[in-house]
């Protein structure tokens, strides 16, 4: 279930903790319809130079990221606590020796 929750942190881009208290692994699969594409339009380069190709045909009937974790019995609950977090106060380049 951790390995689930880092997945949905990465995508949903915020925080997600595991509180299902199970352990062990899960053979399960998960489908759902994505957000619309919003990231660099298709035929430019994107941020590794390549160009970006066209996003998949969306389906406007399927299910969102949130109805599909209910479909597993999971909840996805909006909460607040206290997280450990990494604050990097400056940034210089390393100088030549």
Not at 30 to 47: D, E, K, S, Y
Request: proline share 14%; aromatic share 8%.
């Amino acid at each position: 279930m951790s390995f689930l929750a880092n997945f949905l942190s990465q995508w949903l881009g915020r925080p997600v903790l595991d509180k299902t208290g199970l352990d062990g692994l899960f053979d399960f699969r998960l489908h759902w319809t994505p957000l619309p594409f919003a990231g660099t339009p298709p035929g430019l380069p994107g941020p590794d130079g390549r160009e970006v190709s066209p996003p998949p045909v969306i389906d406007p009937s399927g299910v969102s990221i949130f109805t599909a974790i209910q479909e597993l019995g999971l909840k996805l609950e909006p909460a607040k606590e206290p997280l450990e977090v990494l604050v990097i106060d400056s940034v210089q380049k390393p100088h030549e020796n």
